[in-house]
């Protein structure tokens, strides 16, 4: 019996595990000070600029995660073995070329716009919005664009399916929380007057 090969199944499959989960934790820690209000960050274009790209930036962002839920998930879980290497493919690159940049841009906009509200820990509904953020992408978003980026199994569309669709669904239901309770709901001016009618503080 070969017990080298029983004791050292593939050198614990990730060797470089550690390291990453210290880039995960220094990417959380970090952008988690701007809901402590420990890191400020002034506007580096005007108010309507900085809005419209925090914007469309969101909206990108929600189209991929909405995209890639429904429908390369999908793919790599009932199509053969080539071509869901060939969705797995196109997923990298979307999350690597859309995802991944704005799930730094939209946040990092909208704790821009904050500044001129008195900061992020001064509007409740903007902090409510980045926590949840914040939630998804240590989740979702951070693991990820670690994972597709190393890009270790693209031979195999089907591995890591189950979780991943697990945290992508959840980071849907977050994405719509963000988008409609919170950034509509909350945020809007419309809503606020009848939100105060009703004794919900917005």
């Not at 990730?14 to 402590?36: C, H, K, N, Q, Y």
């Not at 992508?168 to 709901?185: E, F, K, N, S």
């Amino acid at each position: 019996m070969n017990t080298t090969t029983l004791a050292n199944p593939a050198i614990e499959k990730d060797p470089e595990r550690f390291f990453w989960w210290g880039v995960w934790t220094l990417i959380m820690a970090v952008s988690a000070l701007p809901m402590l209000g420990l890191l400020q960050i002034p506007r580096v274009f005007g108010y309507t600029t900085t809005l419209v790209i925090h914007e469309l930036s969101a909206f990108l962002y929600f189209g991929h995660t909405f995209f890639s839920n429904i429908w390369a998930l999908l793919i790599r879980k009932t199509q053969p073995t080539g071509v869901g290497v060939w969705a797995r493919a196109l997923l990298r690159k979307l999350c690597l070329g859309i995802t991944g940049p704005t799930a730094v841009i939209t946040p990092l906009f909208g704790v821009m716009l904050m500044e001129d509200w008195g900061g992020l820990t001064n509007v409740p509904w903007a902090w409510d919005a980045y926590f949840a953020f914040w939630l998804m992408a240590g989740f979702s978003v951070v693991p990820d664009v670690i994972r597709y980026g190393r890009n270790r199994n693209a031979a195999d569309p089907k591995h890591g399916l189950m979780s991943g669709g697990i945290r992508g669904m959840l980071a849907l239901v977050l994405t719509l929380y963000i988008l409609l309770y919170c950034m509509v709901a909350k945020g809007s001016l419309f809503a606020g007057p009848i939100l105060n009618a009703l004794g919900v503080t917005p």
